[in-house]
T-cell receptor, first 109, second 116 residues
Framework: GQNIDQPTEMTATEGAIVQINCTYQ??????LFWYQQHAGEAPTFLSYNVLDGLEEKGRFSSFLSRSKGYSYLLLKELQMKDSASYLC??????????WGAGTKLIIKP | DTAVSQTPKYLVTQMGNDKSIKCEQNLGHDTMYWYKQDSKKFLKIMFSYNNKELIINETVPNRFSPKSPDKAHLNLHINSLELGDSAVYFCASSQADATASWETQYFGPGTRLLVL
């Protein structure tokens, strides 16, 4: 079967750095998305990786290793507004989007 | 100037009733989707429509039926509601067709359905 694994919950301190990991086993691979979802709101797009390596976008960076079936989302200079769930989603060989359950990130002052 | 909108935002109803959720996108996208997010926060795709044709149907119960009057709208009809239908339903849209779903999907605000 297809599987996306992320930690259920993480806690970090304002101003610090946090890394949210995602491992996947899917039938084929055509890219990986990270979405942010605040409580009670819709998911919003953060990043898309299809090649190995690190993609940086301001305070957020996303890394992909296709050979390891692994990605991470790195958040720097954490702010209270970064408290949200972070969803990892993989595009499989049929171009279907397979979603992880998300990682709830709690930021403490 | 909302990109993807859904109505209603909240829906509380009795078991056995029939209800509809509306979705509209003003992005000019070709494909629209319906997702169900349960209490465990998994996002499960239910339907996808491209140019008014159903592309994906993830074997949801036939009590659920999508209706697309035009490219900008994809409504969700639910018959004989059950307790297990309680969830948040998200509409989304993307530029490409559903066989190329790596295109970024833009989500509506969600409809919180509670079946009593």
């Amino acid at each position: 079967g297809q599987n996306i694994d992320q930690p259920t919950e993480m806690t970090a301190t304002e101003g610090a750095i946090v890394q949210i990991n995602c491992t996947y086993q899917t039938s084929g691979f055509n890219g990986l998305f990270w979405y942010q979802q605040h409580a009670g709101e819709a998911p919003t797009f953060l990043s898309y990786n299809v090649l190995d390596g690190l993609e940086e976008k301001g305070r957020f960076s996303s890394f992909l290793s296709r050979s390891k079936g692994y990605s991470y989302l790195l958040l720097k200079e954490l702010q209270m507004k970064d408290s949200a769930s972070y969803l990892c989603a993989v595009v499989d060989s049929n171009y279907q989007l397979i979603w992880g359950a998300g990682t709830k990130l709690i930021i403490k002052p | 100037d909302t990109a993807v909108s859904q109505t209603p935002k909240y829906l509380v109803t009795q078991m056995g009733n029939d209800k509809s959720i509306k979705c509209e996108q003003n992005l000019g996208h070709d494909t629209m989707y319906w997702y169900k997010q349960d209490s465990k926060k998994f996002l499960k795709i239910m339907f996808s429509y491209n140019n008014k044709e159903l592309i994906i149907n993830e074997t949801v119960p036939n009590r659920f039926s999508p209706k697309s009057p035009d490219k900008a709208h994809l409504n969700l009809h639910i018959n004989s509601l059950e307790l297990g239908d309680s969830a948040v339903y998200f509409c989304a849209s993307s530029q490409a067709d559903a066989t190329a779903s790596w295109e970024t999907q833009y989500f509506g605000p969600g409809t919180r359905l509670l079946v009593l």
